[in-house]
């Protein structure tokens, strides 16, 4: 099998956790982006059983949130709709910063938004 998910040089890659079934990565590209980093599940799969699904994106979260996205009040975790590796699960997040080349194609992928902070609003 040559997937290149599956083979990931830990060695090379700037990898952010670790853990049983994730690993999380920087992407290759950030794409104008300050954090795009992306989580795949370790076992080469497409498709994840729903309670191995919500416990994966559960980790993922909970390392994102507190760990990688501090610096924003907005983030987002994208499916791999638009992806160029198919054949494993995996999802990507970023900041959803307007000026990121991928911004519009980010605005068309099915996605999960997060608002970190509620920021001073002056009426």
């Given at each position: 099998m040559d997937c290149p998910l599956c083979r990931i040089d830990e060695r090379k890659e700037k990898i952010r956790l670790v853990t049983r079934d994730i690993m999380v990565v920087d992407t290759i590209t950030p794409k104008g982006h300050r954090g795009r980093i992306m989580c795949l599940y370790r076992k080469h799969t497409k498709k994840l059983a729903p309670l191995v699904r919500r416990r994966v994106m559960a980790e993922f979260r909970n390392f994102c949130i507190p760990y990688f996205f501090s610096y924003t009040d907005r983030f987002s975790i994208h499916k791999d709709?638009?992806?160029t590796i198919p054949g494993h699960?995996?999802?990507?997040a970023s900041d959803?910063?307007?000026k990121a080349e991928d911004y519009r194609q980010i605005l068309k992928t099915p996605r999960t938004e997060y608002r970190l902070k509620t920021r001073d609003v002056e009426v």
């Open positions: 709709t638009f992806s699960w995996h999802v990507v959803l910063d307007r």
